[in-house]
């Protein structure tokens, strides 16, 4: 099995970003995905193994100043479904977890933001962050036995999120 989870968030619109801002996060959040899941996947046919990236609800739809990172994990999800094409006849399944908002250093400073948080816990039908364990229990569930018959699947861990058709809650 082989877990492809590495990212960093910068934010900000695109005629504030660098191009190293740029290189940055794509070789960070999809160049680690190519070239991990490249070195593996002759292993991974042999073994019949599976391949569960770590990609973001953010990879299914836009979000305000983060534009680069998106773009990255857009690259991400479709890359899984791709692969999952060209390598299911191969035995290899391969799958992606897009997780919300996570209660991890990468956000520590988001959750320390209480107005942020409200806005959140509005959004979030489960009214909170997921933690690091609630998405480890997803990738162990792709990466199982019981999940042989699942491939190219790109499932939303954002406690109700992706529910939404975006508008306020009205009562």
Known sequence: MLVNNAGVAP???????????????MSIDLDGVFYCTRAAIHH????????VNVSSVS???????????????GAVTNFTRALAMDHGRDGVRVNAVCPSLTDTDLT???LGDEQLMTRFRERI???????????????AFLASEDARFVTGVN???????SASNGQPPQA
Request: glycine letters at 14%.
């Open 11 to 25: 934010t900000g619109r695109i005629d504030e970003a660098s191009l190293d801002d740029w290189r940055a996060i």
């Open 44 to 51: 991974l046919i042999d073994a019949q193994g599976s391949i």
């Open 59 to 73: 990879g299914l739809g836009g979000d305000w100043g983060m534009s680069l990172y998106n773009a990255a994990k």
């Open 108 to 110: 520590k400073d988001m």
């Open 125 to 139: 039908p489960l009214g909170q962050a997921a933690k690091p364990d609630d998405i480890a229990a997803v990738i």
């Open 155 to 161: 499932l939303p861990v954002d406690g109700g999120l």
